[in-house]
């Protein structure tokens, strides 16, 4: 009988249940949103076992490599990822002032290699902004389509900030701008937030990509991007306000965006995390933030849902 059961192609929901440790409400969730391989048959749902077994081997080998982050938070080592904003420069000091017994690491890889890493356990807090034109909203339709259950996940605001064209020597207000005048474009890389949008504007002003003189030279930051302009690299780019107003050069604002933190629910309450949200949250951070040219802290802190 064991041998016969061993041997079987297809489980039902409680052999699920049993060989993945959850409850048969669970299976059924994961079943319908299609987080689990399966199929309805005559009103039941039968699951193929090999595919399940891959699936389970699948979760063990994300949980080994989520232990480099669990390591570096038992270590007070808190490891931020993802968008760039010159606003993490400035956090890292203030964090290290307020919570001296805790070190704070962060990459500038972009939103989506942000989440990838977060998924794979590789950091704790990942940065992201990118935009989803056809939900008209930011990151939830990214995480739910990267994370095995966006139920796991959390995501708190940093700020809002303006988002322009940065250009020089003449003003630059569209990418129809940028073809009409031969100018050269310098672009952010691929999986970025702004290199999301860029292709979103491009598409909108009914242009391609390849009419962009310089569209596949990317830089990885802000900065990279005004200092590309500023020293003749190129002629315009996209980049934050808060960068480009500390320069000579013309700014042409675009659009505000929605600046996140995503985070694992399991690692909130974790002292390391909960030392960098408090921090997100304390009037220090919120003073800094008013006093700089293009953030808005109107839900900064705050905890955002997807709209449903």
């Known amino acids: 009988m064991k041998e016969k059961d061993e041997n079987k192609e297809f489980l039902n929901v409680k052999e699920v249940s049993k060989l993945l440790n959850i409850n048969e409400k669970k299976v059924y969730t994961l079943a319908l949103a299609g987080k689990i391989p399966g199929t309805k048959v005559t009103g039941k749902w039968l699951f193929p076992k090999k595919e399940l077994e891959i699936f389970l081997r699948n979760k063990a080998r994300q949980t080994i490599k989520r232990f480099s982050s669990k390591y570096a938070l038992n270590k007070n ?41 977060l998924k794979m356990g590789y950091c704790h807090v990942a940065l992201s902004h990118l935009y989803d034109s056809a939900a008209g909203d930011y990151n939830f339709t990214f995480i739910n389509n990267l994370f095995d259950d966006p139920d796991d996940i959390a995501v708190i605001n940093l700020f809002y900030r303006s988002i322009g064209f940065v250009a020089g020597p003449q003003e630059v207000t569209s990418f129809r701008d ?69 320069t000579n050069i013309y700014f042409h604002k675009l659009f505000d965006e929605r600046f996140d933190m995503v985070i694992y629910k399991e690692t909130f309450f974790e002292k390391g995390v909960q030392a960098f949200v408090e921090l997100v949250r304390s009037g220090v ?11 808005d ?12």
């Open 285 to 295: 951070f919120l003073s800094h933030l008013k006093s700089m040219k293009g953030y």
């Open 77 to 117: 080592i808190v490891l931020v990822s993802g968008s760039d904003d010159p606003i993490m420069y400035m956090v890292q000091g203030l964090f290290h002032k307020m919570y001296p017994d805790f070190a704070l690491f962060s990459s500038s890889v972009g939103s989506t290699e942000g989440l990838r890493l």
């Open 178 to 246: 940028i073809v009409d005048n031969g100018f050269k474009f310098i672009n952010r890389q691929t999986g970025s937030g702004i290199r999301n949008r860029v292709d979103q504007l491009i598409s909108q002003e009914n242009l391609k990509s390849r009419q962009v003189i310089g569209y596949n030279e990317e830089v990885y930051t802000h900065l990279d991007v005004v200092e590309s302009v500023l020293n003749g690299n190129a002629d315009a780019g996209i980049t934050a306000e808060s960068v480009a107003r500390y």
């Open 297 to 308: 802290s109107g839900y900064t802190g705050n905890i955002m849902y997807p709209v449903k």
